[in-house]
């Protein structure tokens, strides 16, 4: 920045500072736009749910507040299953009109058992202290190994056997 800054001032004197400035910020906002396009653009966090052990009914709802969630390519989330040993991402974005009193809920059941009340599950209500804060109950039924690692300032790494 600081050297786009230099050479502008530098090669176009009848420009001002200002004009400088103006057209650099200018410059920066264009290259953000052309080249950024991340998935990160669709939401404010992304986590990864890992399972081992057999196929698992998934479900990711909001509890309180509006919440979306996605693919990596931005499309709705909207995964049932998963099966052993493998991994999926979801972003998390809440609601226009958020006031970050927001809670949801990632719900993992195994399938293998066939008798009723008796499946491995995993509950994970997700909320947060304050922002990059999160406050993340783990619920472990009937023999399930429940696990949440943070994946940095980005989301959560969750783990379920």
Sequence with gaps: MVLLYNYIKQYSQ???????KI??????CVCFSVCGGTHHDCA?????????GGEWNVTLRPL???SYFFFSNCETFNISQLSSKENT?????????????????????????????????????????SPANPDIKVLS???AKCKVESNGPDGALYMAA
């Design 23 to 28: 057209f650099a910020m200018v410059l920066i």
């Design 64 to 66: 309180f507040e509006k």
């Design 44 to 52: 404010h966090t992304w986590s990864i749910i890992s399972v081992e």
């Design 141 to 143: 039924y009937n023999g």
């Design 89 to 129: 991402t979801f972003g998390f974005m809440y609601g226009k009109n958020a006031n970050f009193n927001i809670v949801y809920a990632l719900t993992l059941v195994n399938t293998k058992s066939k008798e009723a009340m008796v499946s491995r599950t995993c509950i994970f209500v997700i909320t947060a202290v």
């Design 14 to 20: 009848p420009l001002s500072i200002m004009k400088c």
